[in-house]
């Protein structure tokens, strides 16, 4: 499931894929921000696709956010789905979903939506616009605004019928306490059926979201670079720990080695490093 955004002020904004830093728009503007999308045209793969998927936002307690959701129907079947949002926090470390007002300052109570119920016909698109605002005081940085399926779907004549839900979601960085914490860099060998791993744990220690960019590198006995290796990015909500991991196809020849990770986020960098040898 992925996951979505009226005051007087202004909100900065950027959606996924986009992950740099945010535009910011002049002074006494509302966001208001649409995704356009054409009606796709049949396919040999039928899909629900909603636009955009992900939405970082930047501004203050007190301000707001307007955005259009397009869903867009590639499928030979209309489709009705019911509008809603959540809050979404962390609890013991892992994320849950919290209905409108239960969560103190919760932001997902402020959501209003153009329509609360839309249907789309097959290999056409729907539009609905959903407006937030943040609470004066709140510790919700994230919602999700979700497209209810009321359609139910059944995978066989004999199968229980199944409802299909897709939603976007919109986190809020409300100040300058982003804090990322790494641990301990490990490095797991190569076997027959995987390939040598570099992985770290990561918390988020801060108060905002983080979306950490990395890359490992692996240096010789001598300091020659050897590797160069991508790490995926992941979304750190706060309280939120995940590992982060970067694989190696290649053969290492036999001798001793150093790993190092970079974690670029905010204009920040975090740098860990550990040595390994290859039998």
């Not at 918390?203 to 001598?222: F, I, R, W, Y």
């Not at 020659?224 to 694989?247: D, H, K, M």
Request: charged share 15%; proline share 7%; aromatic share 6%.
């Amino acid at each position: 499931m992925i996951l979505a955004a009226i005051l007087g002020v202004p909100f900065a904004w950027a959606q996924s894929p986009q992950t740099a830093a945010d535009p910011q728009l002049p002074k006494g503007q509302n966001i208001s921000p649409t995704a356009s999308v054409s009606a796709d045209q049949p396919s040999t793969q039928p899909s629900i696709s909603l636009s955009p998927a992900v939405i970082m936002a930047k501004g203050v307690h007190g301000q707001g956010l307007t955005q259009t959701l397009s869903l867009s129907n590639n499928t030979g079947a209309e489709f009705t789905f019911e509008m809603a949002a959540q809050d979404v926090v962390v609890k013991d470390g892992k994320r849950v979903f919290v209905a409108p007002g239960e969560e103190p300052g919760s932001i997902a109570a402020s959501a209003v939506f153009s329509q609360k119920q839309i249907t789309i016909k097959p290999h056409t698109v729907g539009n609905v616009e959903v407006r937030l605002t943040i609470p004066a005081q709140t510790q919700v940085r994230a919602i999700v605004a979700l497209f209810r399926g009321t359609n139910r779907i059944a995978s066989s004549s004999s199968a229980v019928g199944m409802t299909a839900s897709l939603g976007t979601l919109i986190t809020f960085n409300l100040s300058d306490n982003v804090k990322l914490q790494p641990e301990t860099l490990k490095i797991v060998p190569p076997t027959e059926s995987s390939n040598l791993a570099i992985t770290e744990w990561v918390s988020n220690v801060g108060t905002e979201p983080a979306l950490p960019d990395g890359v490992a590198v692996v240096l010789d006995q001598k300091g020659n670079l050897v590797a160069r290796i991508p790490v995926a990015s992941q979304r750190l909500l706060p309280g939120e720990r995940l590992e982060f991991t970067g694989e190696y196809a290649n053969q290492l020849q036999s001798g001793d080695y150093k790993a190092m990770c970079t974690l670029q986020f905010e204009g920040r960098t975090l740098t860990s490093e550990a040595s390994f040898k290859m039998q």
